[in-house]
């Protein structure tokens, strides 16, 4: 299964991520054919990013974001659904009224059919992108951290001062995990604050706790026992141990670029950060192409609104498989 011309019904998901691994469940149940594509090793998307405990998720109490991925990815193993892993699709054209890839897999390059697509690769943390134009970048580096991994071995932080990059719910919440260390945390936003109130409460006026904005930094230099920040803003210069750069994710949608001939990827009006444009209903402006989860840039990015829009785009997929072709 899953080869060139073998099944009319086929829908591919990029992505097993929660939003994948929904519409794939959705797409089953509702009688297509679902194959899940992933370039990672690991099904489950950012949710095995998240170390903690995520109690956002109805029902599903106390689990951390990988247990909750191995849920998932049980509960897709069940029905015979499980990702295909370490594929990545280099090429996406128009096949009859549907779509076929050529896909890069462990094995090789591999020609899959599909009457439908569906792009559900999410985003990634922004890392040096974030710090474009900071002199020092590359000399820091051993001090610097992007990403999820500032959420990683909090106990060995202990007492250690601690400059946190991003004015979000993550910058936030490390803040709050990095005082609850016995840190001292400052947290620099180029902009204003963003982040949610109840965190942002849990660490304005904490004695430990210094919030900058708007303010940019300027230059790193590592010096004997730490590194020195040079900002533009008031101070002019703080000295860290280390710094947490949590400014963001971007979408994953640069392959789209070069997999789509350019008439179908003009056709998805991807908007100024890469995020891809879709209706109420999931449908990119590229029929047949739809789009689910973080990588449409959802005004609450999150595990439940990920299944929610995985399900519905599996939905409206069968919908507009059902309508008869239209003849041009
Ligand atoms: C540290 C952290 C903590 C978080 N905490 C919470 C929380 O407490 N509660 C909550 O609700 N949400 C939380 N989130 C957010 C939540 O994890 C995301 O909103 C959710 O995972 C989005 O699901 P998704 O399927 O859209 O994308 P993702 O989870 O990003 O999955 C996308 C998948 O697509 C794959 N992929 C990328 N490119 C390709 C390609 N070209 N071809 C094939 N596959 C590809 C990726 O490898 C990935 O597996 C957290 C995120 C992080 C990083």
Redesign the pocket.
Known sequence: MGSAGAVAQQIVI?????????AALWLHKLGLQPLL????T???????????P????LGQMGLT?PQLADRFGEHVASLALAPRLR???SRISRSGRGWRLSVQTAGGEEAIDAAAVLV??????RAQDALGGVEGLAEAAPRIVY??PA?ADLDGLRGQRVLVVGGGD?ALENARFLLDQGCEVWVVARSRFRAQRAMMDAVVGQPRAHLLSPVHLRALQPVAGGLRVLLDGAPHELLVDRMHVLAG?AP?TD?LRSALPPELFAQLSLDGEGYVGVDAATRTGCPGLYA????CN?LF??????IA??ALAAKTIELDLRQPPVDT
Do not use: I
């Open positions: 990029l992505g097993a991520g929660p939003a994948g691994l929904s594509l992933e370039t990672a690991r099904a489950g998307g950012m949710l095995n990013e998240n170390l903690l995520n109690d956002w998720v974001g594929c990545t699709p559900a690769t999410g985003t990634r943390p990403g999820p959420f993550n994710y994953n392959f689910a989860g973080d990588v959802p990015p999150s595990v439940v609104s990920a829009q995985g």
